[in-house]
């Protein structure tokens, strides 16, 4: 042991000891309120997962968001940008302050390949005669922080696949479906 251990275990006295003691009282108080500040503070999880429907029908992408904070959030606007980096926003509740997503609670957003509904959003955009097909989506909060939806490439690409395969299958069943016109019979034939 070096001697300046000992010489500190030497003359150790209970002043010493109360004074340790408070010290790790003080980091352990100091480590609480920094847990409990991170806590504190919105957080929000997303996640993404496809979900194909059993009855034939489109599937779509479920988004959640989580909110694991203890304070309040609001979602404003869900953006969606392409490879070559154009964006394009939509807000989630226009004409308000946003979606409030209180402590543990979620909301929850369909990304469908053809809209039709309330709470339901396209995964393309026009802007100036332009089309973008999303490959990255972005949620918004109240306080301008985007949070990226997790493994949304992968899963749009899927979206589209099959919205591709449902749109030939309908090409097909309705080019089956059509009957040819009746042919009139030339002037003056019998009938049969």
Not at 45 to 72: C, F, H, M, Q, S
Not at 102 to 107: D, K, N, V
Request: hydrophobic share 35%; proline share 6%.
């Amino acid at each position: 042991m070096p001697s300046y251990l000992a010489d500190i275990a030497a003359n150790w006295t209970i002043a010493h000891s109360l004074s340790t003691a408070a010290l790790g009282v003080s980091l352990l108080s100091l480590t609480v309120s920094i847990r409990n500040y991170r806590r504190d503070n919105p957080r929000l999880k997303i996640t993404a997962r496809r979900v194909r429907r059993r009855d034939g029908g489109l599937g779509y992408i479920e988004v959640k968001a989580v909110n694991v904070g203890r304070r309040p959030l609001y979602l404003t606007m869900l953006c969606g940008s392409d490879d070559g980096k154009q964006w394009s926003s939509e807000y989630l509740d226009s004409g308000g302050p946003g979606l409030k997503v209180g402590e543990h609670e979620f909301m929850t957003f369909r990304i469908v390949a053809f809209p039709n509904g309330e709470g339901v959003y396209d995964a393309w955009a026009m802007l100036d005669d332009v089309y973008i097909e999303f490959t990255r989506m972005q949620i918004e909060d109240s306080t301008g922080q985007k949070h990226e939806i997790p493994r949304l490439r992968k899963l749009l690409v899927d979206l589209r696949a099959e919205y591709n395969d449902w749109c030939e299958e309908e090409r097909r069943r309705l080019a089956a479906s059509v009957t040819p016109p009746l042919q009139t019979p030339p002037a003056g034939a019998r009938p049969t």
